[in-house]
């Protein structure tokens, strides 16, 4: 049963540049949300989506956008990044129409901004 | 601020004794509550939820005990083994009726002595 996966695993930009961070959920479920975690801090929220929806953001600027697609992969993008968004960028993933929903977490992308 | 707080920063416990970690939270309206444990360079891992109308879940070697009175959680392992030395983090779910978004706190440092 495959958990969480998330891709790149490390990733170097500089400021200004876009970047694109890819998430597939656990088996069999169907919601993924996106978390940012900077160093020594606990993550934050980014959003969640679900059925290819953005149902539920956290407090972050539009520069960060996403995308689920009808296999249920998602995907994070940040525009004109900063200094700032550097950190590990967790994707979790839970079973909303089975009222299971325990987030499970993936390994995590590292962005170093430049 | 995070509304999500950990009272220590680090604990350090001997191999084989009880450690307890505590966690306040200020959102009465929470109603779902998650530990995970996270290792070095991995995302966070599951460990035990309990949900705001129970007051203690057990797990293997772990017990969750909420108290919503005073808003505190605690995680309780018991026999702490070299293993569990890792960042332990409470979460809140701040969406009630559905656990969409999760706040967590800074976490803490468990470390297992010899």
């Known amino acids: 049963d495959a958990g969480v996966t998330q891709s790149p695993t490390h990733l170097i930009k500089t400021r200004g540049q876009q970047v694109t961070l890819r998430c597939s959920p656990k088996s069999g479920h169907d919601t993924v949300s996106w978390y940012q975690q900077a160093l020594g801090q606990g993550p934050q929220f980014i959003f969640q989506y679900y059925e290819e929806e953005e149902r539920q953001r956290g407090n972050f600027p539009d520069r960060f956008s996403g995308h689920q697609f009808p296999n249920y992969s998602s995907e994070l993008n940040v525009n004109a990044l900063l200094l700032g968004d550097s950190a590990l960028y967790l994707c979790a993933s839970s079973l909303t129409s089975g009222h299971q929903e325990t987030q499970y977490f993936g390994p995590g992308t590292r962005l170093l901004v430049l | 601020g995070e509304s999500v707080g950990l009272h220590l920063p680090t604990l350090s416990v001997q191999e084989g004794d009880n450690s307890i970690i505590n966690c306040a939270y200020s959102n009465s309206a929470s109603d779902y509550f998650i530990w995970y444990k996270q290792e070095s360079g991995k995302g966070p891992q599951f460990i035990i939820d309990i949900r705001s109308n129970m007051d203690k879940r057990q797990g293997q070697r772990v017990t969750v005990l909420l108290n919503k009175t005073v808003k505190h959680l605690s995680l309780q392992i018991a026999a702490t083994q070299p293993g569990d030395s890792a960042v332990y983090f409470c979460?809140?779910?701040?969406?009630?009726?559905?656990?969409?978004?999760?706040?967590f706190g800074s976490g803490t440092q468990l470390t297992v002595l010899p």
């Open positions: 979460a809140e779910n701040r969406t009630p009726g559905s656990a969409r978004q999760l706040t």
